[in-house]
């Protein structure tokens, strides 16, 4: 009964390829999140949805785009992607956006290792 | 937003009291401090949370002095498996996104 769950849990690929990786929670939030994690440990946020829509992004590049197709599931599809891309993925969710000011407790997932070759 | 800052990284023996401290100057009024811990090889799970003075849970302590600009994690008798990244944030008290802003964390390494 995983709450945030991630697939795949490792993915290699060449640069230039379009991968995709998948988030879904059972726990009835309603905003999910992806986060990078690079080789130094920054966790640093992505996306943010909420009900589907999205409420936060940050300067990504477009080769990223996040799809919602309900509010269980928040995958993250990378069209070209480039050396710099490796790093672990995080994805998380809350059941509601930051309370006025306050910090939102968020359930993350397992991660999934991007290795670009 | 509030930036936080905090030790790099601590050391420790099992069955000690460990704190960590973090600095979060330019904290917002209706921010709270929120800490969450990180396995290798794991997402980060949340630990404590807390608006001023003292919260306690299973898990952890949470000391913020009346100013609010630093806060104390306490892990009381930390045991090997507790060695883990730790992170202080505070929250986006600009706008209700729910956005974390993740620091370098602490790293806490506890020896036997």
């Known amino acids: 009964d995983t709450a945030v769950s991630q697939t795949p849990k490792y993915l290699v690929t060449q640069m230039g390829n379009d991968k995709s990786i998948k988030c879904e929670q059972n726990l009835g939030h309603d905003t999910m999140y992806w986060y990078k994690q690079d080789s130094k440990k920054f966790l640093k946020i992505m996306f943010s949805?909420?009900?589907?829509?999205?409420?936060i992004n940050e300067t990504v590049p477009n080769r990223f785009s996040p799809k919602s197709p309900d509010k269980a599931h928040l995958n993250l599809h990378i069209n070209s992607l480039e050396l710099g891309d490796s790093a672990v993925y995080f994805c998380?969710?809350?059941?509601?956006?930051?309370?006025?000011?306050?910090?939102?407790?968020?359930?993350f997932g397992p991660g999934t290792r991007l290795t670009v070759l | 937003l509030a930036k936080t800052t905090q030790p790099i990284s601590m050391d420790s023996y099992e069955g000690q009291e460990v704190n960590i401290t973090c600095s979060h100057n330019n904290i917002a009024t209706n921010d709270y401090i929120t800490w969450y811990q990180q396995f290798p090889s794991q997402g980060p799970r949340f630990i404590i949370q807390?608006?001023?003075t003292k919260v306690t849970n299973e898990v952890a302590s949470l000391f913020i002095p009346a100013d609010r600009k630093s806060s104390t994690l306490s892990l009381p008798r930390v045991s090997l498996s507790d060695t883990a990244v730790y992170y202080c944030l505070v929250g986006d008290g600009s706008s209700n996104t729910g956005k974390l802003i993740f620091g370098q964390g602490t790293t806490l390494q506890v020896k036997p």
């Open positions: 998380a969710s809350s059941q509601m956006l930051g309370r006025s000011g306050g910090a939102n407790e968020q359930f």
């Open positions: 807390g608006y001023k």
């Open positions: 949805y909420n009900n589907k829509e999205l409420i």
